[in-house]
């Protein structure tokens, strides 16, 4: 049985409006309650033989979404308008806003910060509503304030990247200048250090007390975090350099990092390693059955 909602809001009611016509003419069985409404307007157009919904933003900017036929045939697109109704009615976007959690202590994780900066990317690109917008971008802002003290390459370009703000790049090049190039986990240890006091300018908001280099640390990837002081797995694992790449191409693909000004090709490029491939042998068998969802 669909849920009901006493509580109404009144804002997303009145700023957007939906063609329910084209939804029920697509979708037969489509029992979306008319006082719900979110931020697209639903259009039908005959791209092929197939109808496509087409989903624009009232604003009246470019389309944003086309739904392939199989989709549309399929009903799965039904379904992700009624999640979407859904979410936008639990207003579970406001809860992006304090996403990073800072206290209780015990309850600071940092695996999940690389995954919450791949949902804004995701989340800033495609959102074109002013509203939602500025929800994400606030979210941003403090997530990034949080992370800042680490001075991770990666934190640091996708707020630069999305906001226009400074993003503290010379901290960021710093960092990956001082990443080694034996890229085996040995020991490490820092935690009896004196230095370690919070640095001037960075308030430790999720715990730890200041960043410690990968030169004194060991290569990293994910989340990447620069606050654990001690580790290693005494030189019996390797770390592959996916977060150094990441990193280093993010900046240069927005613009922080310039490309080498030297022409020499031993210095950009990275030569033949062997003539033959490695690795398993390409497959060369049947292919692969047709999906429910492809016919």
Not at 16 to 31: L, Q
Not at 63 to 70: G, K, M, N, Y
Not at 150 to 156: K, S, T, V
Request: charged residues 25%.
């Amino acid at each position: 049985m669909r849920p009901t909602y006493p509580e109404r809001d009144t804002l997303r009611r009145t700023a957007f409006d939906v063609d329910y016509t084209v939804i029920r003419s697509a979708y037969p069985d489509f029992s979306l309650q008319k006082e719900f409404a979110f931020p697209f307007r639903l259009h039908r157009q005959d791209v092929t033989a197939d109808s496509v919904l087409v989903l624009k933003p009232l604003e009246g900017q470019q389309v944003i979404l086309r739904a392939d036929p199989h989709l549309v045939r399929s009903g799965l697109l039904a379904g992700f308008l009624l999640g979407l109704e859904q979410l936008l009615k639990w207003r579970y976007h406001t809860y992006t806003v304090r996403q990073k959690i800072t206290f209780p202590p015990e309850s600071v994780v940092t695996w999940d910060d690389e995954l919450a900066f791949w949902c804004y990317y995701t989340l800033i690109t495609y959102a074109h509503d002013p509203e939602l917008r500025s929800i994400y971008l606030r979210s941003l802002e403090r997530s990034w304030e949080v992370q800042r003290m680490q001075q991770l390459p990666f934190f640091n370009f996708v707020y630069g990247a999305f906001t226009g703000n400074d993003c503290e790049v010379p901290q960021a090049v710093k960092h990956l200048r001082e990443w080694s190039l034996d890229l085996v986990n040995h020991n490490y240890h820092n935690s009896h250090r004196s230095d370690l006091a919070p640095q001037r300018g960075y308030v430790p908001y999720g715990g730890g007390t200041r960043a410690i280099s990968p030169r004194e640390s060991e290569s990293k990837w994910g989340s990447r975090s620069s606050l654990q002081y001690d580790g290693g797995e005494n030189s019996h694992g390797v770390t592959p350099p996916i977060g150094w790449l990441e990193d280093y191409w993010m900046g240069r693909y927005y613009g922080f990092i310039e490309a080498p000004k030297t022409q020499d090709e031993r210095l950009t490029r990275v030569p033949t390693r062997a003539e033959k491939p490695r690795g398993a042998t390409p497959y060369g068998g049947p292919p692969r059955p047709v999906g429910q969802w492809e016919k």
